[in-house]
Nanobody, 124 residues
Framework: QVQLVESGGGLVQSGGSLRLSCAAS????????MGWFRQAPGKEREGVSCISSSDGSTYFADSVKGRFTVSRDNAKNTVYLQMNSLKPEDTAVYYC?????????????????WGQGTQVTVSS
């Protein structure tokens, strides 16, 4: 079964950290660029970060630059989003996706698969 499964979400106080994981099954992440997205209640989904399959280049939304990092472990078929200095405005459901190319405007082209999402709540 082809799927992406996110984990690691939860409730954290402002200033805290969380590490999200996105594990793939049924296919290899190695050939895909991987994106992280989030959607807060009443808002549109937005791109948070992306890591390229070709050279490992990483991209971040301005709102998370300097606080979030993204990495991939192809051996474990997993991508991670390390979130530090969390703010209440980071509260959202976070999704990972496998796709073609990371664009600098936080678009991931040719999305192949989406995860089901994991809730991140940051209290003030």
């Amino acid at each position: 079964q082809v799927q992406l499964v996110e984990s690691g979400g939860g409730l954290v106080q402002s200033g805290g950290s969380l590490r999200l994981s996105c594990a793939a099954s049924g296919f290899s992440l190695e050939s895909y660029s991987m994106g992280w997205f989030r959607q807060a209640p009443g808002k549109e989904r937005e791109g948070v970060s992306c890591i390229s399959s070709s050279d490992g280049s990483t991209y971040f939304a301005d709102s998370v630059k300097g606080r979030f990092t993204v990495s991939r472990d192809n051996a474990k078929n997993t991508v991670y989003l390390q979130m530090n200095s969390l703010k209440p405005e980071d509260t959202a459901v976070y999704y990972c996706a496998a796709g073609g190319v990371c664009l600098t405007n936080m678009v991931l082209t040719s999305v192949y698969n989406w995860g089901q999402g994991t809730q991140v709540t940051v209290s003030s």
